[in-house]
């Protein structure tokens, strides 16, 4: 199990985090980040399936479904599967993490719109790309200017009767829809890629990984893992049959929390966060968010830079990361640095958030 405090030793963490930061990487996002924000589980979802389908043995998500289409009838069944995801969930503090990250692309299996949703609070433009859109999955650019969000699985908003979820739509995706794996497969033979919100119960990751496996075969990319209260038995078996990098992180209080954990982990080891970025320009900052890094001096963020403009900025961190921020050591620092890894420090500390 990681020490998230050890993460920044482990080579293949640093491998990542510089891929996020050139905006090299792509980010596969499973159901787990969507359940805290009150949609079902794969598990749960087989569970409804099969009751209303009469079923009593389990037999996984997508055979359930196959099943209970065939009993309930096609619209019946696209009512109930409708009604699962809701549309009005908001999405999780962890959508919002993700979307901040400098990376121009982003997969999901996921029907909901919370990841769009995310990336539409953090200010960018946003692309979305799901089953119905044909022509252009063979037309995704290598450095997209917008950040694409791309629905391989279907789009309740989008394409509401028309979802893999069955075990006949799995079995019949790579030909029903080419253009869609044609144009996935460009862009993961070429990139890194980091899988988080998959557990490892969830058909979903193994069918992924399979394909993923068979994509970038001998092209030296990285592909990683982030896996909560993973059993080291599994990890180790990703490791060797589907040679991932596995960060496997332990829940404190809450799964969302350990992967929020994991993010500013990340952003700590390479940049300034995004939100930190933006709040800087809404305190009437005088520096463009791609003019700063970590090395910038604190004293040249604003036209005026003086204690009660610090004092306002300190303030306006601690409502956002609910924390409580030392203040002699916040005057103490010189750079931006300084003050991103006092939040860190402080998000890690023992009473944090109390």
Sequence with gaps: MSDLTSLRSDPSF???AGEIAKGEC????GAGLSIAAGLPSWSQLETSLREKAGITQPCGAPRAADCCRAVIGESNFNALIQSHI???ALPTAAHRRLAGLPVGILVTTNFDTLLEQAVEEESRNCKVLSLGDTAE?????????ECLVLKIHGCISRTPTELVITEDDYLSFSTR???LVLGLSGILARRPILFLGYSFSDWNLLSILHDVQRITAGNGTNKYYLGVDLEPSLGRFLERRHGLFVFNVATETTKEQAILKFFDALAQEYDI???LRKMLLELGGNRAPQEIDRATPLATLFPVFDAVMLMRLALRIERHEGIQLPMNEVIR???????????????EAPNAGA
């Excluded at 792509?26 to 996002?29: S, T």
């Excluded at 999955?137 to 200017?145: G, K, L, M």
């Design 14 to 16: 640093r491998s990542l």
């Design 137 to 145: 999955w063979t037309q995704i650019r290598d450095a997209p200017s």
């Design 177 to 179: 829809y080419e253009a």
């Design 273 to 275: 966060p995004r939100w």
């Design 26 to 29: 792509v980010i596969f996002v």
């Design 86 to 88: 809701k549309r009005g």
């Design 333 to 347: 620092g010189k750079t931006i640095g300084d003050l991103v890894d006092l939040v860190y420090n402080q998000k």
